[in-house]
């Protein structure tokens, strides 16, 4: 004969109460680390699926527990499977582990702007400017804002407000979340003029908008689109000659010509073509964290760096550590990533197929093609593996307790080896199993 159900009000009666669980030994030690709010509510979570009947009263704890976040911050760590290294909706470039610490070092009181010497205030992030100089030594100066678009504000701002900005028709473009570059532009208080068309532009049309009122030049890099067939476009070097600062907009942020990118604009070879001034982002395949680089001739740098809006567009010490740290430490993630051989992602890709096929899921090691992403090198694919799984995965895998992104192909649920480093192979080949429901070997084993 089956039991009864206890009626509503024993099993109410049952729930432990919030003050009880509280007091909770590994509670008390979680709200030491998060928060006592966090935990509340963790634990208000579990008592509402307790009175609901999902679960039994005397798993409150137990399910208040498996349900903390791991950190006090709202942002969780993904594993990026969808083959694009540079994924802005997942935060572009994951930093190195020297970035992560020299970010917990400069998180406490530091000499951000002191000098320890002389006991007097100093530059503000002078050994990351430092670093930035030694990697880019064709600039004359360097100077570093919040993201690639204040880079780009501040020298519009500080060169040609209230006066005109001469661009290409075919370099109006969109930056990403509706945001366009004429309205950025415009937004500084100075005035576009536009040469030449969509597809075509020459030397002459910029040679005849040049005027007295004319405050800069600006070259931008289209990133994400390109424009083939009947076309013409000027060069760096020959705009470079016309007598008017030239601001060039490289986007990526490469500081360096990259064998891998042929057609990757980088800022060595823009000053060098003669930019007065070179515009980038910091967070894409530098590798680094969000930041603008302002690198060029010092006088217009010094420029930008004493006007009144720099103040408002400047960077806080965690981001100039990492800053730093990128430049000077070990290959960046975003770095290896982009230089993984096909053979090791392939072998990587056999692996964990056979683990899975082994533990009775439908995984198979195929073949996969990636790309830069945060609008870089949009035409260049990335020859890569991925283990691919039936597509009712990829919702499984995103709600899982170790959140794994893939992309849908022809059916199925691809992730893609590439922007996944080696040492979370075994993150991964977890995050499938807990989505199939199949026990792990290791979680059985402790």
């Keep these: 004969m089956t039991a009864r159900p206890p009626p509503p009000g024993e ?16 509670l008390l030690t979680a709200a030491a680390r998060l928060g006592r ?17 999902e679960i039994a ?28 290294l540079l994924h802005t909706n997942l935060g572009r470039a994951a930093l190195s582990d020297a970035a992560v610490a020299a970010i917990v070092s400069a998180a406490g009181t530091t000499d951000v702007e002191f000098d320890l010497t002389t006991g007097r205030r100093a530059r503000r992030g002078r050994s990351a400017l430092a670093a930035l100089a030694a990697a880019v030594p064709s600039a004359e100066a360097v100077h570093v804002v919040n993201n690639g678009a204040a880079a780009l504000v501040l020298a519009a701002t500080a060169l040609a407000q209230g006066r005109e900005i001469i661009i290409s028709r075919g370099e109006l473009v969109e930056i990403g979340d509706g945001f366009r570059i004429p309205d950025l532009v415009a937004s500084t208080g100075a005035r576009l003029r536009e040469v ?27 990133s994400n689109f390109v424009i083939r067939g ?62 603008g680089l302002l690198l060029g001739r010092q006088h217009l740098v010094e420029r930008l760096r004493r006007h009144p809006l720099a103040r408002a567009l400047r960077v806080n010490k965690l981001t100039l550590a990492a800053l730093e740290a990128t430049l000077q430490g070990p ?43 945060g609008g870089g090198a949009p035409e260049q694919p990335l020859p890569s593996a991925a283990i691919s799984l039936p597509e009712r995965y990829a919702a499984k895998l995103r709600a899982g307790s170790t959140p794994v992104v893939g992309r849908l192909e022809s059916g199925r649920c691809l992730l893609d ?12 080949r977890q995050a499938i199993l807990a989505a199939t429901d199949i026990p792990s070997p290791r979680a059985e084993s402790t």
Excluded: C, W
């Design 11 to 26: 099993l109410r009666r049952r729930i432990p109460r919030t003050d009880e669980l509280l007091r909770e030994p590994l």
């Design 196 to 222: 030449g068309t969509t597809n075509r532009t020459s030397l002459a049309d910029y040679t005849a908008a040049i005027g007295p009122d004319t405050g800069m030049l600006l070259k931008i890099h289209p």
């Design 57 to 84: 009263p005397d798993s409150v704890l137990a399910v208040a527990l498996a349900g903390l976040p791991a950190t006090a911050g709202g942002q969780r760590q993904v594993l990026n499977a969808t083959g694009v």
């Design 331 to 373: 290959p960046t993630p975003t770095e290896q990533a982009l230089t993984v051989s096909i053979e090791s992602l392939q072998a990587r890709a056999g692996t964990l197929a056979h683990a899975l096929t082994e533990a009775g899921v439908d995984a198979r090691a195929v073949s996969s093609t990636g790309s830069v992403g």
């Design 230 to 291: 009947f076309t013409a476009s000027v060069s760096v070097a020959d705009l470079a000659q016309l007598g008017v600062p030239l601001v060039v907009d490289i986007g990526s942020g490469l500081l360096t010509r990259q064998p891998l990118l042929p057609d990757e604009p980088d800022a060595t070879t823009a000053l060098r073509a003669g930019a007065a001034l070179v515009t980038g982002s910091g967070d894409k395949l530098l590798g680094g964290p969000q930041i």
């Design 417 to 428: 080896l590439r922007a996944i480093p080696t040492d979370n192979d075994d993150d991964l």
């Design 37 to 53: 709010l966090s935990v509340k509510s963790a634990i208000m979570d579990a008592q509402a699926r307790a009175r609901r009947g």
